[in-house]
């Protein structure tokens, strides 16, 4: 499975921001999708996830309410929309791909290359 993402930017706090993750190759598999972020010093986290059917997402504390994570099959793409994004949002975001939204959550399967988020004050 390869993961593409693209999206990251420069936004001023309370602003929005888009990304979006395109996969190919195997990925009935690993059909569940999702995001993380790593902050300048600080550890790999998790954001959200969704099914394949997009019948299930899930979300980290941080990104609830705030984040929608959404996907659009035909395309093979992951979306999350980010809304009122705030300095601390400011991080490395990665796709991830997984079997289940417990494995997107602890120890994705596959990761795609990082695109850059930026909110400035």
């Known amino acids: 499975v390869q993961l593409q993402a693209s999206g990251g930017g420069l936004v001023q706090a309370g602003g929005s921001l888009r990304l979006s993750c395109a996969a190919s190759g195997r990925t009935d598999s690993h059909s569940v999708m999702g995001w993380f972020r790593q902050a300048p010093g600080k550890e790999r986290e998790f954001v959200a996830g969704i099914t394949r059917s997009g019948g299930v997402t899930n979300y980290a504390d941080s990104a609830e309410d705030r984040f929608t994570i959404s996907r659009d099959n035909a395309k093979n793409t992951v979306y999350l929309q980010m809304n009122s994004l705030k300095i601390e949002d400011t991080a490395v975001y990665y796709c991830?791909?997984?079997?289940?939204?417990?494995?997107?959550?602890?120890?994705?399967?596959?990761w795609g290359q990082g695109t850059q988020v930026t909110v400035s004050s």
């Open positions: 991830v791909a997984g079997s289940s939204i417990m494995v997107i959550r602890s120890r994705p399967d596959y």
